[in-house]
């Protein structure tokens, strides 16, 4: 898939510069497979980053945006949910009331024929008892805005650490970017250390500066961060292999065959990494780092 649209791109611009340069007999030349495969292998690093990097760009933008329109749509709802149960409420208060009034009229009305209570005692207990239903109704029904209020404060407020962790994670990604395209290891270390501002359990990250550190010739830097990353992710392989390579450049070198081991016991690829790298060259005559690293020489010996 990289290697076609690799050979889109080429022949675009292949063809965009014949016509600029207005050469008839070149742009009626037709670009030959072997053409673009030879350009390619002379460029000197990758077309692809920036579009990919414009494509997660435009997600990320396009999930903020997503997430803005659910929190408008859900705003809208739970009003229309609170007028609705607003007007439900009132309506209920109003035929529970009416209903109360015609039930205790004819009682009344009963009483009164009968002799038992006046006409202004009627009124009096029909207006206490109106009264005291309504407002047990008031606050019954108080309590519940009041939970649903809450409910959309609960909500809102989840949607905004949803945008704030969107924002973060978009600027850790374009700074992870930043450091996979530096030279220098300063600004790689410069580019983690913003990560850790952000993330400060980064365990990545600070193995990452682990290795930018030890490429300074600062192990004894290097061995502190992978420490620290190792209390937050004991099984992190990267960890263990780069406080192996710094112990093996302080001399520590039975501490860095252990640690190399608990590396591989993770992922084999550490044994392949191992037997090419310049920190563990003073290990080479040691006999557990060959019997650890060097296993098919080893056997082919035996045999």
């Known amino acids: 898939m990289i290697r076609f649209f690799l ?19 070149e742009s009626a030349q037709q670009v030959t497979d072997e053409d673009v495969d ?26 903020r945006q997503e997430m803005q329109n659910t929190r408008a749509e859900l705003i809208e709802k739970v009003v229309d949910k609170e007028l609705s149960v607003a007007d439900k409420t009132m309506s209920y208060a109003t035929d529970t009331v009416t209903y109360f009034f015609y ?11 009968i002799g038992w209570n006046s006409i202004r005692d009627m009124r009096n207990q029909l207006t206490s008892l109106a009264e005291k239903r309504v407002n047990e109704l008031v606050v019954e029904y108080e309590k ?16 905004h650490q949803n945008q704030a962790e969107i924002e973060r994670t978009n600027e850790v990604h374009a700074l992870w970017l930043k450091a996979s395209q530096e030279t220098s290891q300063q600004n790689k270390i410069s580019a983690y250390d913003q990560i850790l501002d952000l993330r400060p359990d980064d365990v990545e990250a600070l193995s990452y500066k682990a290795d930018a550190v030890l490429e300074m010739r600062e192990p004894l830097w290097a061995i502190s961060l992978c420490q620290r990353a190792l209390k937050l992710a004991p099984d992190n392989g990267h960890a263990h292999y780069q406080l192996a390579c ?6 520590r070198w039975e501490d860095a065959v252990s640690t190399l081991e608990k590396a591989i016991d993770i992922s084999e690829a550490y044994r392949d990494d191992a037997s090419v790298d310049p920190s563990f060259e003073p290990l080479h005559d040691h006999e557990s780092y060959r019997t650890l690293v060097f296993t098919d020489q080893d056997d082919s010996t035996d045999a």
Do not use: C, W
């Not at 030879?38 to 999930?63: C, H, M, Q, T, W």
């Open 38 to 63: 030879e350009r390619i292998g002379e460029l000197e690093s990758p077309l692809y980053n920036p579009f990919v990097e414009r494509y997660l760009l435009d997600e990320v933008k396009a999930l």
């Open 7 to 25: 050979t889109l791109v080429f022949a675009i611009t292949f063809a965009s510069a014949s016509m600029a340069q207005q050469q008839p007999a």
């Open 103 to 113: 039930l205790i009229a004819g009682a009344t009305s009963i009483l009164v024929v």
């Open 144 to 159: 519940r805005l009041k939970s649903i209020e809450e409910q959309l404060q609960q909500k809102s407020e989840i949607i």
């Open 246 to 251: 710094a112990y093996a450049e302080i001399g």
